[in-house]
């Protein structure tokens, strides 16, 4: 009984040389079902950035050679104020009131927010940091605040006017602004430079009830 001859190689080789070769002309026509097989961009994630600062709260108060008030009609009311005042700068160390008390800081953003991207400005998001602390015996007191950028922008690259405001809490049945400053425009890396720099502060007391 004679077989007949069949070319299975041939047969089996004609599908796979197909395949191959609509590949090919997808490829070079650069067609979308192949796209997803090209580069894509890696996506930048959010960095958080803390600063600590460490500050010395004192009270208000002139110095010992400031000569206080004095009324020509009454000699005995200046001379009660100038034992008054002689004997509070005697035996009152600056920090008399704001040693153990909370105050909480915070600093923010008083003017549009730009990010510098190298060639050119673009408009940024708000910046808003805010922490509470309790100072020591001597009015020192350390607060941690932080804030979070997206999309590669760094400190050095956000510029607006800034707000640095401290509240006295819970004093008197209220909170009470105690310091209260705006900076020219500046990139949030020098402002918060010159913040974690600082030595001393002087407070004053305005009553914000909230």
Not at 5 to 20: D, E, Q, R, Y
Not at 155 to 162: K, M, R
């Amino acid at each position: 009984m004679t077989r007949s001859k069949t070319n299975w190689g041939t047969t089996k080789l004609l599908p796979i040389l197909l395949v191959i070769t609509i590949i090919g002309i997808i490829g070079a026509l650069g067609h979308p079902a192949l796209a997803q097989y090209g580069p894509t961009p890696v996506p930048i994630k959010p960095v958080s950035y803390t600063w600590t600062l460490s500050w010395n709260l004192t009270d208000a108060r002139l110095t010992m050679t400031t000569t206080p008030y004095a009324s020509p009609q009454s000699p005995l009311y200046y001379s009660f104020n100038s034992l008054l005042y002689q004997n509070l700068i005697n035996n009152m160390v600056p920090w008399y009131f704001t040693a153990g008390k909370s105050f909480t800081i915070y600093i923010a953003n008083a003017s549009d927010v730009y990010y510098w991207t190298s060639s050119s400005w673009q408009l940024g998001q708000p910046v808003t940091m805010t922490a509470t602390a309790t100072a020591n015996s001597t009015g020192g007191v350390t607060w941690t605040v932080s804030t979070t950028l997206s999309n590669g922008i760094t400190p050095s690259q956000v510029y607006a006017n800034w707000t640095v405001v401290i509240v006295l809490n819970n004093y008197g049945g209220g909170n009470w602004m105690v310091f209260n400053v705006t900076s020219i425009d500046m990139d949030l890396a020098d402002l918060m430079s010159n913040l974690t720099t600082v030595n001393a502060v002087v407070v004053t007391y305005q009553y914000h009830h909230q």
